[in-house]
């Protein structure tokens, strides 16, 4: 399946400016259609929800709405989708709300390649006597090992948190797989799905993660946040909304102080587009045409990041961070890199002067960098890509960074 990237580069109005953006993994553009819909419910739906008066019942079926679309988008119930502001936001509002859930001596599975965002609110739990145990990538190869993470389960493990690509190393992680060890152990899994969302097609019901996450705004819409989770662990955990809310009122225990409703409905349109794409690519409508939308997408990126790492590996002063595949099961578009003992601001900051934005440093998964010795090239330089970027704007990135290494 390809891409009609003439039709794909003008939903983006962003694009049609000077600038080639290729530091996605810290927030796509925007659609157009997510744009107006925001400027829409805001200039004529914008009232509170769950009222008797006309306008207010309009509001209350699109914030409904938007959990349908992205129970559709992630294959799940509409009752399976809590949202909120940022996948940082909501993971903590799961730490928090699994507090009753565990108890001194229990233990949780963290990896050292996850953003900050998956790790920092579970170090909270040690205070409460809550083991944490690390799962820790090769040194060399930057991979994680199941054998490892088998050993590490055991009778008192309760969570394994773990990421679905990591946004610097770009590798896809195997979540069934790992799924399969922590349920084996009795353990949940809670999956951080930032740097995967805007690249593949998602299905938690295949996956069988507990609780999946991601940022809407990494998926070409506004600054906006999904988290699936299974319908009887949502029920199970507490509430952390006002008292009078019980532990059955799901999502909404999960939400307080309301979510934000024009990006709820704003969001939808990121949803329309990838259907849009399956359907322009042969596909029917729904879940087929997400699929499809998203097996043209990943094709894209494949032939972009193929560019790239073909003249990455040319490089003798390069080494890439992480896998140098860029095939469609081994890694997303997101490529990291280093050039010997270079400043990776030094590299990026040339860059800037050919108008591609890239980016450099630790993107907040900052254990993998600290720990592997990356902090004294000012941490790597990292491209990220999808699906609206071309092979003619990786050539211009390749030029620019040619005199640059």
Known sequence: MTLDLDFVRAQF??????????????????????????????????????ASYEPSRVSTARVSQSR???????????????????????????????????????EIILTNTDHEANIGPWLRHEARGIKIRWWRCDPETYELDLEDLKGLMNERTKLVCVTHASNILGTINPIREIADIAHAGGAELCVDAVAYAPHRAIDVKALDADYYIFSV????????????????????????????????????????GNINYECAWGSIGAVDYVEDLGRRAGAGEGRGAIEA???????????????????????????IIGRSSSAIEDRVSTVSFTAGEQSSREIVEAVDKARIGIRYGDFYAKRIVEEHGLTKTDGVVRVSMIHYNTLDEVDRLIAALEPAL
């Open 217 to 256: 705004y990494k998926v070409f819409g506004p600054h906006h946040a999904v988290m699936f989770g299974k319908r009887e662990k949502l029920l199970a955990l507490d509430n952390i909304y006002h008292y009078f809310f019980d532990k059955s009122r799901v999502p909404h225990k999960l939400e307080p």
């Open 293 to 319: 939308g998203f097996a043209a997408i990943a094709e894209q990126e494949r032939v972009i990041t193929e560019r790239l790492m073909d003249f990455l590996r040319s490089r003798n002063s390069v080494r």
């Open 68 to 106: 349908e679309a992205f129970a559709r988008f992630m294959n799940c119930d509409p009752g399976e989708i809590v949202e909120g502001a940022s996948t940082t936001i909501l993971i903590r509002f799961l730490s928090e709300a699994m507090t009753g859930r565990l108890e001194p001596g229990d």
């Open 13 to 50: 109005p962003a694009l049609q400016g000077e600038w080639t953006f290729m530091d996605n993994a810290g927030g796509s553009q925007v659609l157009r259609t997510v744009a107006e819909r925001v400027s829409d419910y805001l200039l004529t739906t914008n009232v509170q929800t769950g």
